[in-house]
């Protein structure tokens, strides 16, 4: 018997491509075998083109239960070679969406398979998605039971497993459990539009503590001799190579550097500089310097990434690096302070102390990072040192102040 799909749309997202020409920029976009073979044999009109490069390794943010072996080839400039000079694609213009490679006919959807049905997220590395326009998801509901055939036959192999679920490592938490939880934080960030994100997360963290039934001091690390400061700045130094690196296009895999940070915790420098565009600020500027209200549309566009990742699971359990939901509730009020702090740098950096930041700043950065995240794949130690450190509402909540 075949299962009624459920599917659960988010509400207040839009999207419609705004033809910009970002997503077929410099991303590698992975194809199947079955895409090589369509798209090799399109007869273009006049046009030849270098369609694929075949690939010895894996590609760049796929699933590992993915076997891309192809890439679209790309110009000297970085585009895709199917972008036309008006930013259209051709293979779109000439034969149709369905020909073009399905990662491309998917993006930017993706999708999160639970207990409960099946939740729609979308990509903030879209322009579109990160400017809201375009009709509301709510309203493609016949697209998106669409591009979720498309996407379930292509990580037929993807199976979260949700019985793993924690509220804090040792504490397990049923799927109806954390259900109930996530509706709370849904409301609380629709609620306080006036609040900052990071910290309306950090307060969500700070309340599902309450839960816990047995206390520990989640701010001392066993082993560890550090003052907690000194731990904060560590892990943001780390955080911060990993997901705004200098050049987000050529790192490829994302992954936390594990063994330096655990070493930094034995043999700490003596002082910890975050670098930004090949110069060192020190954590005392980062004290210093007041980044200030963002605006309104800054501000909601943070609390859209927020609200999209927790309605689609993509902070927690099998959706994020197995993380338990306060570690996960915590990475993500860190991330977005980490935003802030990446503009902070910014502004910092071009000595423009007290510069209103503009929107197109707030999302170039959270595209930053949304790349990234889509390419994350952590390995045990680093799922570890996320879950150890990113334990204490503390810790969030400090590194939320810095970014301030
Ligand atoms: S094939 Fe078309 S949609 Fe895909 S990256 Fe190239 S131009 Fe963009």
Redesign the pocket.
């Known amino acids: 018997m075949v299962s009624e799909l459920i599917l659960h749309i988010p509400e207040g997202i839009n999207f419609d491509c705004t033809g910009c ?1 970002n ?2 920029f410099m ?1 590698p ?1 992975p194809l199947t075998d079955d895409d090589v073979k369509r ?1 090799s044999s399109l007869p273009f009109a006049d046009q030849k083109f270098e369609p694929v490069h075949i690939l010895s390794t894996g590609v760049a943010g796929t699933a590992k239960e993915m076997s891309f072996s192809a890439a ?1 080839g790309k110009r000297k400039d970085g ?6 000079p008006d930013n ?5 213009l000439q034969f149709g969406r369905q020909s ?2 399905s ?2 006919q998917l ?1 930017p959807y993706t999708f999160t398979s639970t207990p409960a049905g099946v939740f729609v997220s979308a990509s903030f590395a879209s322009t579109g998605v990160l400017y809201n326009q375009g009709r509301p998801l709510a309203e493609q509901r016949e697209h998106l039971q669409e591009t979720y055939e498309l996407f379930s036959r292509l990580f037929a192999e993807l199976k979260p497993d949700w019985s793993n679920l924690q509220l804090v490592d040792g504490q397990p938490l049923s799927f109806e459990e954390y259900l109930a939880l996530e509706s709370e934080y849904l409301e609380a960030l629709l609620s306080r539009a006036s609040e900052r994100t990071d910290k309306i997360l950090v307060g969500l963290s700070k309340r599902t503590l309450g839960l816990i039934a047995h206390k520990r001091d989640f701010d001392r690390i066993p082993g560890v001799d550090l003052k907690p400061r000194i731990i904060d700045s560590l892990l943001i130094k780390s955080l911060m190579e990993t997901y705004f690196p200098s050049d987000v296009y050529r790192e490829s895999i994302c992954d936390i550097d594990s063994a330096s940070l655990a070493r930094s915790f034995v043999m700490p420098p003596d002082k910890v500089h975050l670098e930004f565009a090949s110069k060192q600020i020190s954590f005392s500027q980062l004290t210093q310097y007041s980044l200030g209200a963002l605006s309104d549309e800054s501000e909601s566009l943070l609390r859209r990434f927020a609200y999209l990742k927790i309605f689609s699971k993509l902070y927690v359990g099998a959706g994020f690096a197995g993380l338990s939901l306060l570690a996960g509730l915590n990475h993500l009020a860190a991330i977005i302070a980490l935003v802030r702090i990446h503009l902070k740098l910014k502004n910092i950096d071009s000595m423009k102390n007290g510069r209103e930041i503009t929107f197109e700043e707030t999302a170039e950065s959270v595209r930053t990072l949304e790349r990234r995240l889509t390419a994350a794949n952590f390995s045990n130690p680093s799922k570890t040192i996320l879950e150890v450190l990113l334990t204490a509402p503390e810790r969030a909540e400090r590194i939320s102040s810095l970014a301030s």
């Open positions: 020409g997503c077929c991303w976009v798209i679209l585009k895709c070679q199917y972008l036309s259209q694609c051709e293979i779109h073009k490679p990662m491309c993006f």
